[in-house]
């Protein structure tokens, strides 16, 4: 599917219904924008979080970093997370 769209004078484009209706953007989602020799790829971000996101989300570190990691990993194994 091609459809075309303008560049505004402050740099700003808008998402052709069709596009937008087939990807299912709506407003609000973000966009990950990135540069391919002269090609500009515009990608829907997870809306799921990773673990950076949640970094610093919790008071101080965890005193044994290890057991942490350990603690988390046996989580992620049993699907409970």
């Known amino acids: ?4 769209t303008k560049v505004t004078r ?9 596009i ?6 709506e407003a ?3 966009l990950e924008v ?10 829907k971000t997870s809306k799921t979080k990773n673990l950076l996101s ?3 989300c919790w008071k101080g570190y965890p005193e ?3 057991k ?6 046996k989580l992620w194994s049993t699907g409970k997370a």
């Open 10 to 18: 402050n740099y700003r484009v808008t998402i052709p219904k069709e």
């Open 64 to 66: 044994n970093p290890e």
């Open 20 to 25: 937008r209706e087939k990807t299912g953007v």
């Open 54 to 56: 949640f970094a610093g």
């Open 68 to 73: 942490f990691m350990n603690d988390i990993r």
């Open 28 to 30: 609000g989602d973000e």
């Open 1 to 4: 599917m091609t459809s075309r």
């Open 34 to 43: 990135t540069c391919k020799g002269e090609l500009i790829v515009l990608q």
